[in-house]
């Protein structure tokens, strides 16, 4: 038997080559490359991928924080930013929504002969209304039945009075209050001494 004098840690030296052959080894099984080779791909492909989520999140971040070039492209700090925006977004949309409500009751109470001001001060009123959307086809009749509903249960609360005729002319108050002079000595006199 002839005795293998190659030195083993030559042979362990690294050429470059990711894995290289043994030099005794026997070659390589088709089926085994061509599994690496489609493993490769895939590797390359999914590098790609991350590649393109990276500088699609680098650009969120851009879009989101335009002032802070340097910010950390932490993608649960910037879930975060995205939730408190999207809240913000939604709390805001809230209160235009209510207050459109209460600028439609104002307009379609003194339509209807209501008393606008007492309507929108009543919590039950304003439950009643927190369902509509303004945006929606039916919100006018939803709302003069809402704002009739109200009225029919309290006429006194919520019916708006007949308007006072508007006044005309000038205002009869008296005689002006100045300082007047006193007529006579004895006027100037009783009025110094306080009498």
């Known amino acids: 038997m002839p005795e293998n004098t190659a030195d083993p840690a030559a042979e362990a030296a690294p050429t470059g080559e ?14 085994a490359a061509q599994q690496l080779a489609e493993a490769t791909t895939r590797a390359e492909q999914a590098a790609a ?8 999140l680098d650009a969120v971040t ?7 070039p340097g910010a950390e492209n932490d993608p649960a700090a910037l879930a975060a930013a995205v939730a408190e925006r999207d809240r913000l977004l939604a709390e805001h949309s809230t209160e235009l929504r209510g207050a459109r409500v209460e600028l439609a009751v104002a307009r379609a109470a003194a339509d209807a002969g209501a008393r606008g001001d007492r309507l ?4 039950s009123f304003l439950a009643a209304v927190s369902g509509l959307d303004p945006a929606d086809k039916g919100f ?5 039945a809402a704002i009739k509903t109200a009225v029919d249960a309290d006429p006194d609360l919520y019916r708006a009075g007949p308007a006072a ?21 004895r006027d100037a006199i009783a009025a110094r001494l306080g009498g």
């Open 49 to 56: 991928e991350r590649d393109e989520l990276r500088a699609a």
């Open 140 to 144: 006018e009749e939803q709302l003069g």
């Open 62 to 68: 851009k879009a989101l924080n335009p002032n802070d």
């Open 18 to 31: 990711q894995n290289p052959a043994p030099a005794g080894a026997p070659a390589a099984d088709p089926a």
């Open 120 to 123: 929108l001060n009543s919590r």
């Open 165 to 185: 005729p508007p006044r005309a002319g000038a205002e009869f108050n008296g005689a002006p209050t100045g300082e007047r002079k006193p007529a006579t000595l």
